[in-house]
């Protein structure tokens, strides 16, 4: 069954720990994402990765690391300079980037910072 | 960059009545427009999309409309059903290779039963 895992789905942690997101995909997709999403909202981009060890910014990364050492596997780092990190997280592939390609989503991870 | 609005935040129907959704942007060059269609708890699904060499799109109960001129493009649900309740997001995106989704901060469409 083929599709996007991110775990956990519920996620807690105090103020100054970094934290670990972590998305997997078995769609043999290049690309991948990560976004995040506020209440009232709309989606907006983290980082990406066209291909294995190569990742760009995106419109807010400021506060978060990513690494890309496999096709299947696009882990999110929220740091502890990330000054606002309770939101909704969700992991996205496709099987290149531009708009030729259709964005899979995951079904997110929603991490609480106390 | 580009800026995708989209207005209202909210939308209420009677089942069996039509929706529409309507989002505006910014960049004429964008040539790539998404719906998103998000269940409570869930990731974000693509329901249509349509490029900018068309004006029109339909599957099924759902269509989507492209005014370039305007710049704004909108989403029709025909005969809404309570499982189309869900947020409802649009997009935008420029071409070529490395460009990007933006999105509209969505819409929380509600059918009554």
Not at chain 1, 58 to 83: H, M, N
Not at chain 2, 23 to 48: M, R, V
Not at chain 2, 80 to 109: H, R, W
Request: glycine share 8%; proline share 5%; hydrophobic share 30%.
């Amino acid at each position: 069954d083929g599709g996007i895992t991110q775990s956990p789905k519920y996620l807690f942690r105090k103020e100054g720990q970094n934290v670990t997101l972590s998305c997997e995909q078995n769609l043999n997709h290049d690309a991948m994402y990560w976004y995040r999403q506020d209440p009232g909202q709309g989606l907006r981009l983290i980082y990406y990765s066209q291909i294995v060890n190569d990742f760009q910014k995106g419109d807010i990364a400021e506060g978060y690391s990513v690494s890309r050492e496999k096709k299947e596997s696009f882990p999110l780092t929220v740091t502890s300079a990330q000054k606002n990190p309770t939101a909704f997280y969700l992991c996205a592939s496709s099987f290149g980037t531009g708009p030729t390609y259709e964005q899979y989503f995951g079904p997110g991870t929603r991490l609480t910072v106390t | 960059g580009e800026n995708v609005e989209q207005h209202p935040s909210t939308l209420s129907v009677q089942e069996g009545d039509s929706a529409v959704i309507k989002c505006t942007y910014s960049d004429s060059a964008s040539n790539y427009f998404p719906w998103y269609k998000q269940e409570l708890g869930k990731g974000p699904q693509l329901i249509i999309d349509i490029r900018s060499n068309v004006g029109e799109k339909k599957d099924q109960r759902i269509a989507v409309t492209l005014n370039k001129t305007a710049k704004h493009f909108s989403l029709h649900i025909t005969e809404t059903q309570p499982e189309d309740s869900a947020v409802y997001f649009c997009a935008a995106s420029m071409p070529g290779a490395n460009s990007k989704l933006t999105f509209g901060k969505g819409i929380t469409l509600s059918v009554r039963p």
